[in-house]
């Protein structure tokens, strides 16, 4: 009843609401909590779930004789999306000869690293280290369609000034519009390419020679 120490409790999950019928096909926690004295509150954290998912819990006590206590009511909630995996991998190269560039990088998942591809990319560049704090003064690229976890995306780009250092960043963004991290910082200097002006005006002066003789 209410009096004592419960013994055990078994708390049940599923995506499903949970009764008596389907109780058994119900995931249990693979650790559970030892009961408190009668009339204190419980809290308890289960791990490991998947994101963007609806799950109802269940829990019932069990004495010391094993009996078990009845059903509690079930609650629900919805797990929070998964952002997509952060960029570790992005480069910028170069041209010697022009001020165009290639960025590549290797494509994350929708949900983490491994799970489906993300719905766009967000790049941004700046003439600054980039950080969270300058990022909407960041220029935005023209970003292409994720491919699938693991695919090497490349991006080339052109229209930059010579002699200048850019700072490139990406982030992937699922379906849900959650952003992933920000990647790295992928830095490049572009080429000087202008020569030196024409001289104005040469001009070649008369003068005399001194010669010694020893």
Known sequence: GLVGNADSYDIRYSTSPID???????????VLPVPQPAGNGESF??????????YYFT???IDEASNMGTLSLNANAETLPIAPAKISDLVVIGQPTNTNMT???????????GDGAATSYDIRYHTEEI???NLNSCT???APTPGEPGTLE??????FGESTTYYFVVRAIDDLGT??????????TTPDLTPPAQPGSLTVLAGTVESTTK
């Open 20 to 30: 008596d019928a389907n109780w058994d096909l119900a995931t249990t926690p693979s």
């Open 45 to 54: 954290n289960v791990f490991g779930l998947q994101g963007e998912t609806l």
């Open 59 to 61: 829990v019932r006590a």
């Open 103 to 113: 960025l590549k990088w290797t494509a994350v998942g929708d949900n983490g690293a």
């Open 131 to 133: 950080t969270l704090d």
């Open 140 to 142: 935005i690229v023209t």
């Open 154 to 159: 490349v991006l080339d780009l052109s229209g």
């Open 179 to 188: 952003s992933g991290p920000l990647s790295n910082v992928a830095v490049y």
